[in-house]
T-cell receptor, first 113, second 108 residues
Framework: DAGVIQSPRHEVTEMGQEVTLRCKPI?????LFWYRQTMMRGLELLIY????????DSGMPEDRFSAKMPNASFSTLKIQPSEPRDSAVYFC???????????FGQGTRLTVV | GIQVEQSPPDLILQEGANSTLRCNFS?????LQWFHQNPWGQLINLFY???GTKQNGRLSATTVATERYSLLYISSSQTTDSGVYFC??????????FGKGTSLLVTP
């Protein structure tokens, strides 16, 4: 398996623009997680899905953030409108079940100028 | 969520030295993982170890779930071991919760 695949790897956008981050989990994994990493806050959970259904979105910072999982092999994280403070590395991860090993994608480094 | 504390926060070693990294957590866990974040930012799985002891080459880990801590041992360190080591835990009904990491620099 190719592992968790994220795109793009790097994104530079202007403040106010819409940004969409994409994730393909490992085939057969029922859980998908979105994390954000910043120097100030470390690695924090934004949202996670089980069988394509959002289970906990309490980590989503504002209404500007939204996430979807239209099918078992694809998820998006959208920021609209983007702000400079959204600059971070966004990771997607997946696991077979809630208590099994989670695997992370390579991350998307987002810069909002 | 479960609180995760890692120590030390920073560590500098000379190549060939051994080290022990510690992870304390505040509640019972169903999952505990150790990751290495390399200088390119990739999170690499080292161990999935909710309890017991595992070894993989120069690395080994032990989790004592009843006492709520885990240890990561690095022996004969190499410069390629540099990076940040994260402990992450998952309790009942939660996703993985990460510690702040231990930043390791191995010098030649």
């Amino acid at each position: 398996d190719a592992g968790v695949i994220q795109s793009p790897r790097h994104e530079v956008t202007e403040m106010g623009q819409e940004v969409t981050l994409r994730c393909k989990p490992i085939s057969g994994h029922d859980y998908l997680f979105w994390y954000r990493q910043t120097m100030m806050r470390g690695l924090e959970l934004l949202i996670y899905f089980n069988n394509n259904v959002p289970i906990d979105d309490s980590g989503m910072p504002e209404d500007r953030f939204s996430a979807k999982m239209p099918n078992a092999s694809f998820s998006t994280l959208k920021i609209q409108p983007s702000e400079p403070r959204d600059s971070a590395v966004y990771f997607c991860a997946s696991s077979l079940t809630q208590n099994t090993e989670a695997f992370f994608g390579q991350g998307t480094r987002l810069t909002v100028v | 969520g479960i609180q995760v504390e890692q120590s030390p926060p920073d560590l500098i070693l000379q190549e060939g030295a051994n080290s022990t990294l510690r992870c304390n957590f505040s509640d019972s866990v169903n999952n505990l993982q150790w990751f290495h974040q390399n200088p390119w930012g990739q999170l690499i799985n080292l161990f999935y170890i909710p309890s017991g002891t595992k070894q993989n080459g120069r690395l080994s880990a032990t989790t004592v779930a009843t006492e709520r801590y885990s240890l990561l041992y690095i022996s004969s360190s190499q410069t390629t071991d540099s990076g940040v080591y994260f402990c992450a835990v998952r309790g009942s009904g939660y996703a993985l919760n990460f510690g702040k990491g231990t930043s390791l620099l191995v010098t030649p």
